[in-house]
């Protein structure tokens, strides 16, 4: 037997969803840059990969993100990409070059995708989160005695 639709559910579901837009509309107006790189390195990995290019030089222009930042989100996914196509030709079996330069820009494809959304959903946390505190010199530590 069905389960009857709770009426009141309607409109806070929809409430809640109209504070997610609200708080992705505002981060976008308040880092637009990153809004752009997010969005270019996000959806443009997924849905048409060299667009994540166009979104690896608009990230590399922001000084939200310092350089370990954008190390683990545009250098992270290639490298990832290389070894996991590697790891995933060597893996097959040898049916001849033509099959597995095939095999190999199916893996690629699919793997730089994946890993395209990933530093894009990184570096849009970073983001979110802000610059990190810079690290304290050993000789200002405190030191516990003890």
Known sequence: MPVPANPESGPAV??????????V???????????????????????FPP???LGAVVALASRLWDYRDKWLGLALPVMI???GTV???AGGA???????VHEGWVFADIISRISAA????????????G????????????????
């Open 14 to 23: 929809r409430a809640g969803a109209g504070d997610a837009l609200s708080a």
């Open 25 to 47: 509309v505002g981060w976008a107006r308040s880092k637009p840059l990153e809004a752009v790189a997010v969005a270019l390195l996000g959806l443009g990995g997924v849905i």
């Open 51 to 53: 667009v994540w290019l």
């Open 81 to 83: 990409t290389f070894v």
């Open 87 to 89: 790891i995933g030709l």
């Open 94 to 100: 040898n049916h001849g070059i033509g099959h597995d």
């Open 118 to 129: 990933a530093g894009a959903v990184y570096l849009c946390w970073r983001s979110v989160h």
């Open 131 to 146: 610059r990190r505190a810079p690290a304290v010199p050993p000789w200002d530590r405190p030191h516990n005695i003890g």
